[in-house]
C-alpha cells in the first residue's frame, strides 16, 4: 500500500482519497478509524463528567449490568454496552478478553499462561486481568503471535 500526504493549496480544503480495487476488510477499518479518529468518552464519576481519550483507556470491565472504563488510577462509568465499545473502538488497540472485558492492547506489560488454556496478563499500570482462552486467538491474532 502507498501513502501520499499532499498539502492542500491555498483555499482548498482538507481532503482524504483512497484509490483500491475493492473494499476489503483491511481499507473498511482503515476508514473507520479516520471517521473516529478523534472519538472521546464520556465517563461518569460521582457528580462529575469526564471526557476520556480511548488511548488513556487500560481497559472496560462489565459488572453487575454497568460498564467502566478503567484509566490509569481512576474508573468510570461508562452508559454504552461492551458491545457498542468493542465495534466503536475494533479500529484501534482495543480486543474482547472475556464475556466481561475488553482490553487495550497497547496497555499490556506482559502476558503469562496460567491453568486451563487462559492467561493472564499484567497491564502497564500493575493490574492482572485473566484472558479466557477462546479470547486467546485473537490476541495472539491482534499481537502479531
Same mark, same amino acid.
Given at each position: 500500500? $502507498?501513502i501520499?500526504i &499532499?498539502?492542500? $493549496?491555498?483555499?482548498e480544503? =482538507?481532503?482524504?482519497?483512497?484509490?483500491?480495487?475493492?473494499?476489503?476488510? =483491511?481499507?473498511m @477499518?482503515?476508514? *473507520? %478509524? +479516520? !471517521?473516529?479518529?478523534?472519538?472521546? +468518552?464520556?465517563?461518569? %464519576? =460521582?457528580?462529575?463528567? #469526564?471526557? +476520556?481519550?480511548?488511548?488513556?483507556?487500560?481497559?472496560f470491565?462489565?459488572v453487575? @449490568?454497568? #460498564?467502566? %472504563?478503567?484509566?490509569? *488510577? &481512576?474508573?468510570?462509568?461508562?452508559?454504552?454496552k461492551l458491545?457498542?465499545? &468493542? =465495534?466503536?473502538y475494533?479500529?484501534?488497540?482495543?480486543l !474482547?478478553?472475556s464475556?466481561?472485558?475488553?482490553?487495550?492492547?497497547?496497555?499490556i506489560?506482559? +502476558?503469562?499462561?496460567?491453568?486451563?488454556?487462559?492467561?493472564?496478563?499484567?497491564?502497564k @499500570?500493575? &493490574? $492482572?486481568?485473566?484472558?479466557s482462552? *477462546?479470547?486467546?486467538?485473537?490476541?495472539? !491474532?491482534?499481537?502479531?503471535?
Open positions: 500500500m $502507498k501520499t &499532499e498539502a492542500p $493549496k491555498a483555499g480544503e =482538507e481532503e482524504i482519497v483512497i484509490r483500491c480495487k475493492s473494499l476489503d476488510d =483491511e481499507i @477499518n482503515l476508514i *473507520q %478509524a +479516520l !471517521r473516529k479518529g478523534r472519538d472521546v +468518552l464520556a465517563g461518569y %464519576a =460521582e457528580d462529575r463528567i #469526564v471526557k +476520556l481519550e480511548p488511548k488513556d483507556i487500560f481497559y470491565e462489565s453487575d @449490568n454497568r #460498564v467502566y %472504563a478503567y484509566t490509569g *488510577q &481512576e474508573v468510570y462509568e461508562v452508559r454504552k458491545y457498542e465499545i &468493542e =465495534e466503536a475494533s479500529y484501534m488497540d482495543f !474482547r478478553i464475556k466481561s472485558a475488553i482490553v487495550n492492547v497497547a496497555k506489560a506482559y +502476558l503469562k499462561p496460567i491453568f486451563n488454556g487462559r492467561f493472564e496478563t499484567t497491564l @499500570n500493575g &493490574e $492482572k486481568i485473566i484472558i482462552r *477462546q479470547y486467546i486467538i485473537n490476541l495472539k !491474532r491482534k499481537l502479531g503471535i
